[in-house]
């Protein structure tokens, strides 16, 4: 079924996937901030004003809230930011979504938990966050569990497309010393669930269509390392893995406190009838085809 469709942060790493996926068999319209290209539409979404008034415009029925500041480090050093960019625009958006009608699908993170339990976390989970990064997008998701028909969506570290005018993203880089012949060092201690931001989109898709609803946990079952999946990630590009660093104990930081192994179980989507997205191992030639070569520029 077609439907009218809003993905705010659609200039962002996930959202320009899940516009691009859900555009496939929707009626999609997409905001950014800074970037100025069609078909987005420029928005402040900390202003409630401008948000009631697009809702009260284009009557979107569902809403895939992406608008956030993912780096952790940023959050840290700029909490109002933080509370700025991942609460209260999901609460302006969460506001507007209940008095349109319109579904929210909010997106959060891996980071509301603090990592300690080694059996992984189920949607039942207790959250409990060690950073502001965490903190803001727990309050986000309690905005969004206001809205009579919403589904959170929780994600694990991601991996994407270049975004126009951005710097490029760590695999780019590295993917760029390797090329140059410099070696790069990488963590080889923390177990991740690196997952293509492309093929969350398109389970996102599935999930809208399905019309799911409460809290959905969405990540690949694979678990690497950073070092593992840069290896993978290189040896998809053909350069030499062996310029690859592996560093075995997390370096003293005095930086924002990380969960150690947010795993997150996805046992709700699979009896949904919905596979996880991949792992690296399967999708590392793909992404590395999706980018063109971009790591060059
Ligand atoms: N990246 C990850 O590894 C990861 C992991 C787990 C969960 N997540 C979650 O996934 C979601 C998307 O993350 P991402 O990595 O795709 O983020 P991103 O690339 O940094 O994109 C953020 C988006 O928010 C927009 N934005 C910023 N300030 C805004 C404002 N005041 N008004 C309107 N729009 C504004 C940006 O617009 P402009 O670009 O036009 O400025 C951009 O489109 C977030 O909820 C994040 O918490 C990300």
Known sequence: MS?????TGASGMLGSHVLSVLSAKNDVLGWSHGADRAPLHRIDATHAGQVEQFFRTHT??????CIASPDVLAC???????????SQTTKQVARACTEYGAKLVYISSEYVFDGTASDGYTEDSQPRPLQIYGETKLRGEEHAAQVPHHLTVRLPV?????????????????LRSLEQGLPVELDDHFERQPTWSYDVATVLARAIDEEVEGILHV???EGLTKYA???KVAEAAGLPSSLLRPVPAPPETSGPRKPARPWLHTHRLQQLGISPPPGVSERAAAYVRSLGGAWRT
């Open 158 to 174: 991601l991996y994407g497309g270049p975004v126009p005018g951005r710097k490029p993203t760590w695999l780019e880089a590295m």
């Open 219 to 221: 990540a690949t079952q």
């Open 60 to 65: 979107p029925e569902v809403c895939v809230h």
């Open 3 to 7: 439907r009218r469709i809003l993905v």
């Open 76 to 86: 840290e050093r700029d909490p109002h930011m933080a509370a700025q960019l991942n």
């Open 229 to 231: 999946w840069g290896v």
